[in-house]
């Protein structure tokens, strides 16, 4: 007897949403020297990040409100009412409440019915909330996954800075932005997601993050900015990021011209030239968000790949590249049915 073949699973619906506030680098920069207990040299923002403009959550906007917008533009592209859906997955570095799981409030809003619960692992959680989904679907826990993200980071920028160092010390929650995304994930005839391949160094967990709100820091404003920077980060994707790509390569024998997308999580502008020179990915594979939209953490990639996925055609591969905190990598190619 011939083996059972393994059930394709694929992404068959995207979707993003955008908060309506938008702010340039120089309006932030401003805003954060307003008291004026300190001054920064002008266009710094700009000058060190690349990034232009981002848009940041109205006081009355959470995660989940950017999270169910992205999940109801998923859901209409995908004609799907929400209880045709039997798994909502939340997978974000950012959430409503410390408890309940944000996948209820989410829920509740949407109207769906399914099992909910949240997945949290930094910059790559909606990765792993694809992953997530996938692997329940192949175990027969569920049919259909919802899978959305709502990050709202700019909640953790240090806005009336005191010192030069406290600027320093939380310098990367100046790259912040806010967004949703969302994605369909179930079975399909053809396409689906190929591989998907991991590497932690989680010796660096305290290279950058929000300590508050767990049982170390339970409370306190102090612990509820992002603290850290992007250059030890960094150091740990230049250490490993060329490996775990070389083995993706040689396990899978795809070059960078086989896909005709590159989706990888962006900073900074110079962070992001600085992978383009490591692995050597064409620039044009790649979709440039970070200049307009600034990190927008986990959203990252469902953005760039709602802003692509009009354009594939069916059997365009497309990978995805994530690095979070922790510190994490990981890839997954998804190939277009």
């Known amino acids: 007897m011939q083996p059972a073949a393994i059930p394709r699973i694929g992404i068959t619906a995207v979707g993003s949403h955008l908060p309506s506030r938008r702010l340039t680098s120089r309006q932030l920069q401003d805003e954060v020297t307003s008291g004026g207990q300190l001054a920064l040299p002008e266009g710094m923002f700009e000058k060190a990040t690349g990034i232009r403009t981002r848009h940041f959550a109205a006081d009355d906007e959470y995660a989940s409100t950017l999270a169910v917008g992205a999940a109801r533009r998923a859901l209409a592209a995908r004609g799907l009412h929400p209880q045709e859906v039997d798994l909502l997955l939340f997978a974000s570095a950012t959430r409503d409440v410390c408890e309940p799981a944000t996948a209820h409030i989410v829920q509740a809003e949407l109207g769906t019915r399914a ?24 175990a027969g826990r569920a049919r259909r996954a919802l899978v959305v993200t709502g990050e709202t980071p700019s909640r953790a920028m240090r806005r009336a800075p005191a010192s030069a160092p406290e600027v320093r010390d939380g310098f990367a929650g100046y790259t912040f932005g806010d967004a949703g995304a969302a994605v369909v994930v179930e079975a399909v005839e053809r396409g ?3 591989e998907v391949d991991t590497s932690t ?12 709100g767990g049982s170390r820091h339970p409370r306190g404003d102090e612990y509820s900015y992002f603290r850290g920077g992007g250059k030890e980060l960094r150091g740990v994707f230049e250490e490993i990021g060329p490996a775990v790509l070389a083995r993706l390569a040689a396990r899978t024998g795809l070059g960078w011209d086989d896909y005709a997308r590159v989706l990888v999580h962006q900073v900074t502008v110079p962070y992001l030239e600085r992978f383009v020179e490591l692995t050597g990915v064409p620039d044009r594979k790649l979709v440039r968000t970070v ?13 760039q790949l709602d802003r692509i996925q009009g354009t594939l055609a069916p059997g365009d591969k497309v990978l995805m590249i994530g690095l979070g905190g922790g ?3 990981m890839t997954m190619i998804w190939e277009a049915s």
């Open 115 to 138: 099992h909910a619960l949240d997945v949290s692992n930094a910059c790559n959680s909606f990765l792993n909330g694809i992953d997530l989904a996938r692997a329940m679907i192949l």
């Open 192 to 194: 689906g997601i190929l």
């Open 201 to 212: 160094a989680s010796e660096h967990w305290e290279a950058g993050g929000i300590p508050g």
């Open 291 to 303: 200049p307009e939209l600034g990190n927008i953490a986990s959203a990252t990639l469902g953005v």
């Open 327 to 329: 510190v994490s990598l």
